[in-house]
């Protein structure tokens, strides 16, 4: 791109505009800079991630291991198997589901594997056997007594206060079978005999009757290879399920869950309705429908109807699983780790402490927190970043072989100017003002999201937000009796109280959805970066996060101009020389546009 | 960005191409069918040391088009070279053939473009930062479409999935979580059994910046997300407040009122997978089984315990945050320690709180309503929930 100031002679003012727009792009992305900032930023995300890391050692079986907290089977479903559903592209939800299974596993399983996985394989076997159930009248009441009797069919309580497990259940006799089903094909119903069948039933002729009795036989049928808590499950979910309606937006769609339940066990796929959004329904073939039931019981969707299975992460610690190899993997990775502190062979190291950093957060993710996910952040950039051309061994060998070569150079009156420019500084590089632009921006989403989403929250409204965080006995250091004092001091003082309490959120609030506009101001940036300090500090005292609050303080240098670094870290003659060098990548050249 | 560079690339090149050849061996192994463990380690040594080649090949000449076709190719056949168990790491060379044959393509291209391609790429990942930060709750539906078709892999593999929703919509309280771990009868016929409860301070502060004790934390927080209006049946509730009558009855929660606020039941991912397998960890954890080295695990209760932030007033009262009746047990089964699986989904406590509470004290009679727990102890006594609902075992004295 042409980094050209004036406007040429013939363009338009439009094309005048690109052109400086894309001069402003350029000068902000990629005009070189020096990346001693960078180098600071891996040193300091560097001690923190080996810090990190170290933690993790006495914890390292526990979380990582294959009977950790998160064990490989937990870790394996959810890489392998965790269902991503559909995008919907219409209002109906019909096409994320076909089912909605049981809230609770055991029911699931009860339901899905232990009763319908062993419904008849052939559809229309299958759809006389659950005649009964779609013949039931669509008033919830009404369905729900007829699900009762078909209930009293198979299975009696052991006790008024049985619970639907197997052990309280039992089957019913032959015999408490029969005498129910006669009174339902008795040829008139006694006013007696009423409150035992369902209310549907009681005018309805003798031969209608007999036929659902009849339907309702070959119902309770299709329960025989299942346990009498099982059975009790299952009409639990059916009772459920007619109580929950669904808004039907076609003549043929469900207009319940029982219904939707019922289309999934009996649908069949029509030729003619290629697009129907309704299926896919329960599969003809065993094997292929004891599949997709294990799937359901598992992730509560159709396998058939999810985008996506398994999500896209990867870590050592899935495949080494031996206490030894652990250990010592994890010690390989905490010499890599000290290694990119130190800024030795950076390219090769940030790249492996990345690999790193990913493997143990992909592990055990229940153990994951912001921390982290700032830590990433971090470490994900330098690793793209020159971050080993600054403040690191990389750099002191570089300097040391290029002091070798000058003076040898010297010696045989050679050209010496290549040897100069690596000993007057760091090499300013495009690649550092691009990534140094991308924390900034990244930074700048963070706090943007971080303050946004609070304006949700009634407590940052009124200002009680920041009490919670500070007398929450979990996170804060209440523990510790001075500080415990400072909150009951805070307590007996409502003023003080309240008062700190909304200087606290009003600041948060205030520096969070702020700092993203006001930063990129030259004569605002100190005051942000400032105020950024203060938040963490604040975050890491008061809450106790206090590695959190050091990778955002990681993050929030980049707002620091390489020169200031230099400067505190006593270059001072460096940093002037390099002012003939363009521009540090955190001041920002005023653009109009 | 430095200037392209298309001539031989001497000793360099020839790491790469000792790099690619070293992960072509391990990937031949694949071809051949040779299987074992020990082969399986080496064809992973291998790969590690082929890709470190090309790496430091790449890192040294990072202007060398040839030396990323090379680098492509190499992370390419990584997938290949790696044995199947090691499964995960095709992401990870997936990841590094894009990463390479994206470089090589950025270090062809003529300047002008390639700041044109690296801006076109930021807009990508920055897209996918503004998906991940707007999915949350209810998302728009452009960012779920752009989050499932587009940016799933990306933000995925590079785990930027996180909103940056912090202590939002506002800080809540925090967890604990207690099991309470019941052994069958040992040799002699008698019946134990022991608690643990996690995290602890300052037990669990293993570190002096408390990460471990933080990273317990986050455990104890994937059981406290919870559907928010789950269906509760009359017959729920009459059980439930059947549950409470009896001298030791489970009693309810004055405070917490109507009885609905008393429920939580978990979303699915944490009651059919993390619980489940924290049990199974519980149940595995050396220091936790019968001391006789032989008596088994029978089962395992577990509670989410909400710690809760104590008001001002409540602490001007005299309260402070650490009393037992700061902690809201929530009851989230009853489970198998082998397989994790809940042994009662009927049971009328299940994810009902079980609460610690402070109840007149009968024998004192009237109590003036001014009279508190900690300045008049002797006008109340303590109802503990959990202890009456494990059975008289007292959790103050857990590990």
Same mark, same amino acid.
């Given at each position: 791109?042409?980094?050209?100031?004036?406007?040429?002679?013939?363009?338009? &003012?439009?094309?005048?505009?690109?052109?400086?727009?894309?001069?402003? @792009?350029?000068?902000?992305?990629?005009? *070189?800079?020096?990346?001693t900032t960078l180098g600071l930023m891996r040193i300091c995300a560097g001690i923190f991630t080996l810090y990190v890391h170290l933690a993790h050692t006495p914890d390292l079986y526990h979380f990582f291991g294959p009977k950790g907290w998160a064990d490989h089977e937990l870790a394996t479903a959810l890489r392998k198997e965790y269902a991503t559903p559909h995008v919907t592209w219409t209002w109906s939800d019909q096409q994320s589901y076909n089912i909605v299974p049981p809230m609770e596993r055991r029911v699931r399983q009860a339901f899905l594997l232990n009763w319908a996985q062993h419904l008849p394989a052939d559809p229309t076997t299958r759809r006389e056997a659950l005649e009964y159930l779609l013949s039931l009248p669509p008033n919830a009441a009404h369905a729900g007594e007829g699900l009762a009797f078909a209930e009293y069919l198979v299975i009696r309580p052991k006790s008024e206060t049985s619970r639907p497990t197997s052990d309280n259940y039992r089957l019913a006799t032959e015999e408490e079978r029969r005498q129910l089903l006669g009174l339902l094909t008795k040829p008139t119903i006694e006013p007696v005999d009423k409150n035992q069948l369902p209310a549907f039933v009681h005018d309805l002729t003798l031969e209608r009757r007999q036929q659902i009795a009849s339907s309702v036989e070959r119902f309770v049928k299709t329960m025989s290879r299942t346990s009498p808590g099982d059975i009790a499950m299952v009409f639990l979910h059916l009772n459920q399920q007619l109580t929950i309606p669904i808004s039907a937006r076609r003549e043929t769609d469900p207009r319940s869950e029982f219904q939707r339940t019922m289309l999934f066990l009996t649908g069949q796929p029509e030729p003619n309705q290629p697009d129907d959004d309704r299926g896919?329904?329960?599969?003809?073939?065993?094997?292929?429908? $004891?599949?997709? +039931?294990?799937?359901?019981?598992?992730w509560m969707l159709d396998p058939r109807k999810v985008y996506a299975q398994g999500q896209y992460i990867f870590s050592f610690w899935f495949h080494i699983t031996d206490p030894r190899?652990?250990?010592?993997?994890?010690?390989?990775?905490?010499?890599?780790?000290?290694? %990119?502190?130190?800024?030795?062979?950076?390219?090769?190291?940030?790249?492996?402490?990345?690999?790193?950093?990913?493997?143990?957060?992909?592990?055990?993710?229940?153990?994951?927190?912001?921390? !982290?996910?700032?830590?990433?952040?971090?470490?994900?950039?330098?690793?793209?970043?020159? &971050?080993?051309?600054?403040?690191?061994?990389? $750099?002191? +060998?570089?300097? $040391?072989?290029?002091?070798?070569?000058?003076?040898?150079?010297?010696? !045989?009156?050679?050209?010496?100017?290549?040897?100069?420019?690596?000993?007057?500084?760091?090499?300013?590089? =495009?690649?550092?003002?691009?990534?140094?632009?991308?924390?900034?921006?990244? %930074?700048?989403?963070?706090?943007?999201?971080?303050?946004? &989403?609070?304006?949700?929250?009634?407590?940052? @409204?009124?200002?009680?937000?920041?009490?919670?965080?500070?007398?929450?006995?979990?996170?804060?250091?209440?523990?510790?009796?001075?500080?415990?004092?400072?909150?009951?001091?805070?307590?007996?003082? $409502?003023?003080? =109280?309240?008062?700190?309490?909304?200087?606290?959120?009003?600041?948060?609030?205030?520096?969070?959805?702020?700092?993203?506009?006001?930063?990129?101001?030259?004569?605002?940036? *100190?005051?942000?970066?400032?105020?950024?300090?203060?938040?963490?500090?604040?975050?890491?005292?008061?809450?106790?996060?206090?590695?959190?609050? +050091? %990778?955002?303080?990681?993050? +929030?240098?980049?707002?620091? *101009?390489?020169?200031?670094?230099?400067?505190?870290?006593?270059?001072?003659?460096?940093?002037?020389?390099?002012?003939?060098?363009?521009? *540090?990548?955190?001041?920002? !050249?005023?653009?109009?546009? | 960005?430095?200037?392209?560079?298309?001539?031989?690339?001497?000793?360099?090149?020839?790491?790469?191409?000792?790099?690619?050849?070293?992960?072509?061996?391990?990937?031949?192994?694949?071809?051949?069918?040779?299987?074992?463990?020990?082969?399986?380690?080496?064809?992973?040594?291998?790969?590690?040391?082929?890709?470190?080649?090309?790496?430091?090949?790449?890192?040294?000449?990072?202007?060398?088009?040839?030396?990323?076709?090379?680098?492509?190719?190499?992370?390419?056949?990584?997938?290949?070279?790696?044995?199947?168990?090691?499964?995960?790491?095709?992401?990870?060379?997936?990841?590094?053939?894009?990463?390479?044959?994206?470089?090589?393509?950025?270090?062809?291209?003529?300047?002008?473009?390639?700041?044109?391609?690296?801006?076109?790429?930021?807009?990508?990942?920055?897209?996918?930062?503004?998906?991940?930060?707007?999915?949350?709750?209810?998302?728009?539906?452009?960012?779920?479409?752009?989050?499932?078709?587009?940016?799933?892999?990306?933000?995925?593999?590079?785990?930027?999935?996180?909103?940056?929703?912090?202590?939002?919509?506002?800080?809540?309280?925090?967890?604990?979580?207690?099991?309470?771990?019941?052994?069958?009868?040992?040799?002699?016929?008698?019946?134990?059994?022991?608690?643990?409860?996690?995290?602890?301070?300052?037990?669990?502060?293993?570190?002096?910046?408390?990460?471990?004790?933080?990273?317990?934390?986050?455990?104890?927080?994937?059981?406290?997300?919870?559907?928010?209006?789950?269906?509760?049946?009359?017959?729920?509730?009459?059980?439930r407040v059947l549950a409470a009558q009896g001298e030791n009855g489970i009693p309810l929660h004055f405070e917490y009122m109507p009885l609905e606020r008393q429920y939580r039941m978990p979303t699915d991912v944490a009651r059919d997978l993390i619980l489940p397998s924290f049990v199974r960890h519980v149940a595995r954890r050396p220091d936790l089984q019968h001391p006789d080295g032989q008596t088994k695990i029978e089962s395992i209760k577990v509670y989410r315990v909400e710690h809760r932030i104590l008001a001002p007033t409540l602490l001007e009262v005299g309260m402070r945050p650490y009393d037992p009746t700061t902690y809201l047990p929530y009851y989230l089964g009853e489970f198998d320690p082998e397989t994790g699986e809940l042994l009662d989904p009927g049971d009328p406590l299940l994810y009902w709180m079980v609460p610690i509470i402070y109840a007149p004290n009968p024998a004192k009679g009237d109590i003036p309503p001014w009279h508190t727990p900690r300045k008049n102890p002797d006008d109340f006594i303590l109802i503990d929930g959990v202890r009456r609902h494990t059975g008289g075992s007292d959790h103050t004295l857990a590990k």
């Open positions: 791109m042409a980094n050209q100031s004036s406007q040429p002679s013939g363009l338009s &003012s439009s094309e005048s505009g690109w052109r400086r727009a894309a001069q402003a @792009w350029n000068n902000f992305f990629f005009k *070189p800079s020096d990346p896919p329904f329960l599969p003809n073939n065993l094997e292929e429908r $004891r599949q997709v +039931l294990e799937y359901i019981t598992k190899l652990m250990a010592v993997t994890h010690a390989g990775v905490l010499v890599v780790m000290a290694l %990119f502190a130190l800024g030795l062979w950076t390219r090769i190291t940030s790249a492996l402490t990345w690999i790193a950093v990913l493997s143990y957060i992909n592990r055990c993710h229940q153990m994951v927190f912001g921390m !982290d996910t700032m830590m990433n952040i971090a470490v994900f950039y330098l690793t793209i970043a020159p &971050s080993g051309a600054a403040l690191s061994l990389d $750099r002191w +060998l570089e300097k $040391r072989r290029a002091l070798r070569e000058l003076e040898k150079a010297r010696r !045989d009156r050679r050209p010496t100017a290549t040897w100069e420019a690596i000993l007057a500084g760091p090499r300013p590089s =495009a690649l550092a003002t691009f990534v140094t632009r991308c924390f900034q921006i990244h %930074f700048c989403f963070i706090y943007a999201a971080s303050g946004l &989403s609070k304006l949700k929250g009634p407590a940052w @409204w009124n200002h009680q937000a920041i009490w919670n965080t500070f007398a929450n006995p979990e996170f804060s250091p209440v523990v510790f009796e001075p500080f415990m004092q400072f909150v009951i001091l805070l307590a007996q003082h $409502r003023w003080l =109280a309240e008062i700190l309490m909304s200087l606290g959120a009003v600041y948060t609030l205030f520096l969070e959805i702020a700092f993203p506009f006001l930063v990129w101001r030259p004569v605002l940036r *100190p005051y942000m970066v400032v105020g950024g300090i203060l938040l963490h500090t604040g975050i890491a005292l008061l809450m106790g996060l206090t590695v959190f609050g +050091l %990778f955002m303080l990681v993050l +929030l240098m980049s707002f620091i *101009p390489p020169e200031t670094v230099q400067r505190w870290l006593e270059l001072g003659t460096k940093a002037k020389e390099s002012k003939a060098v363009p521009a *540090p990548p955190a001041r920002i !050249d005023s653009v109009r546009v | 960005m430095n200037a392209t560079h298309t001539e031989p690339m001497g000793v360099y090149g020839r790491l790469a191409l000792g790099g690619l050849a070293t992960i072509g061996i391990a990937a031949l192994f694949e071809v051949v069918g040779w299987t074992s463990s020990t082969i399986s380690a080496a064809r992973v040594v291998l790969v590690f040391f082929g890709a470190l080649l090309v790496g430091i090949a790449l890192w040294k000449r990072p202007s060398y088009i040839r030396l990323y076709m090379l680098a492509t190719a190499a992370a390419f056949l990584s997938r290949f070279g790696m044995p199947a168990e090691w499964d995960s790491f095709s992401v990870l060379s997936g990841l590094g053939t894009i990463a390479a044959a994206i470089g090589g393509v950025l270090v062809a291209l003529p300047e002008g473009y390639r700041k044109l391609a690296a801006s076109a790429i930021m807009l990508f990942h920055f897209g996918g930062i503004l998906s991940a930060v707007t999915g949350p709750l209810s998302p728009p539906w452009l960012s779920t479409v752009a989050g499932i078709l587009v940016y799933r892999p990306y933000l995925q593999c590079l785990y930027l999935t996180n909103a940056y929703h912090f202590y939002s919509p506002e800080p809540g309280p925090a967890s604990q979580a207690w099991f309470f771990i019941k052994y069958k009868p040992d040799a002699n016929g008698v019946t134990s059994a022991t608690w643990y409860k996690f995290p602890r301070r300052p037990q669990d502060m293993t570190d002096p910046l408390m990460l471990s004790y933080y990273r317990r934390l986050s455990l104890t927080m994937r059981l406290e997300d919870y559907i928010p209006n789950p269906i509760i049946t009359d017959q729920m509730k009459k059980a």
